[in-house]
């Protein structure tokens, strides 16, 4: 299944760069039309289910310096869209398309609308995507396309860059300015003690 995906930060590059310093996978970081571009550059150190590098870009919260942000993916037969709004303590938002059933509940997930990803869209340089939302919309809710359709077309709709990128037509590392940031392994190995000591807790609640 294909797996590929970017975050768009209307930060500045510095905070993108020293985000995924704490990160788990090594990520490209540039500067393109006025965001900044972030992009998985290999796998991540932590455990499975947490090596998939673009479920774990999708995954990661963004802190307060890089927001607002949109994140941009295709995930198997799913198209998958992440926002985090400008607010102080923004909530992780996503929008999650497939196949037939097009865009789907997330009970367990925050929901974003097609207003919320034009907000955002909206954020760098004042853009005016004006007919954006009622597209976006359309195509959202049509679960005759086919997951690249669905990200191609909210990338043309929303007026962002990296979509070459994206479909790999173009290297993230080859963007001007470009840098690959290798996370020091103590994250992955914390991440992991982490996740091992939920385990733990969970296992001793259900003992009770």
Same mark, same amino acid.
């Given at each position: 299944m294909t797996s590929r995906g970017l975050l768009l930060s209307a930060g500045r590059t510095e905070w993108a760069l020293a985000w995924a310093k704490r990160g788990l996978a090594p990520l490209v970081v540039a500067a393109v039309e006025g965001w900044t571009l972030v992009v998985p550059a290999g796998a991540p150190m932590a455990r499975p289910p947490y090596d998939d590098p673009v479920?774990? /870009?999708? %995954?990661?919260?963004? %802190?307060?310096g890089m927001r607002p942000a949109i994140g941009l993916f295709q995930v198997g037969r799913q198209a998958?869209?992440?926002? @985090?709004?400008?607010? #102080?303590?923004a909530v992780h938002? #996503? =929008?999650? #398309?497939?196949r037939h059933d097009a865009l789907v509940d997330t009970p367990d997930l925050t929901p974003a609308r097609t207003a919320d990803m034009v907000a955002v =869209? %909206?954020?760098?340089g004042g853009a005016q995507l004006v007919g954006a939302e &009622?597209? /976006?919309? +359309?195509? #959202? @809710?049509?679960?005759? /396309? +086919? &997951?690249? +359709?669905?990200?191609? =077309?909210?990338?043309?709709l929303l007026g962002l860059p990296g979509h070459d990128v994206l479909t790999g037509e173009r290297r993230g590392a080859d963007l001007p300015g470009a840098r690959t940031i290798h996370p020091h392994p103590r994250h992955a190995r914390a991440f992991d003690r982490l996740l091992e000591e939920q385990a733990r807790d969970r296992e001793d609640q259900e003992s009770r």
């Amino acid at each position: 299944m294909t797996s590929r995906g970017l975050l768009l930060s209307a930060g500045r590059t510095e905070w993108a760069l020293a985000w995924a310093k704490r990160g788990l996978a090594p990520l490209v970081v540039a500067a393109v039309e006025g965001w900044t571009l972030v992009v998985p550059a290999g796998a991540p150190m932590a455990r499975p289910p947490y090596d998939d590098p673009v479920r774990t /870009l999708a %995954g990661r919260p963004v %802190g307060m310096g890089m927001r607002p942000a949109i994140g941009l993916f295709q995930v198997g037969r799913q198209a998958v869209v992440t926002v @985090h709004d400008g607010r #102080w303590r923004a909530v992780h938002r #996503w =929008a999650i #398309w497939t196949r037939h059933d097009a865009l789907v509940d997330t009970p367990d997930l925050t929901p974003a609308r097609t207003a919320d990803m034009v907000a955002v =869209a %909206g954020s760098v340089g004042g853009a005016q995507l004006v007919g954006a939302e &009622p597209a /976006l919309r +359309q195509i #959202w @809710h049509d679960g005759s /396309l +086919q &997951p690249a +359709q669905v990200v191609e =077309a909210t990338f043309r709709l929303l007026g962002l860059p990296g979509h070459d990128v994206l479909t790999g037509e173009r290297r993230g590392a080859d963007l001007p300015g470009a840098r690959t940031i290798h996370p020091h392994p103590r994250h992955a190995r914390a991440f992991d003690r982490l996740l091992e000591e939920q385990a733990r807790d969970r296992e001793d609640q259900e003992s009770r």
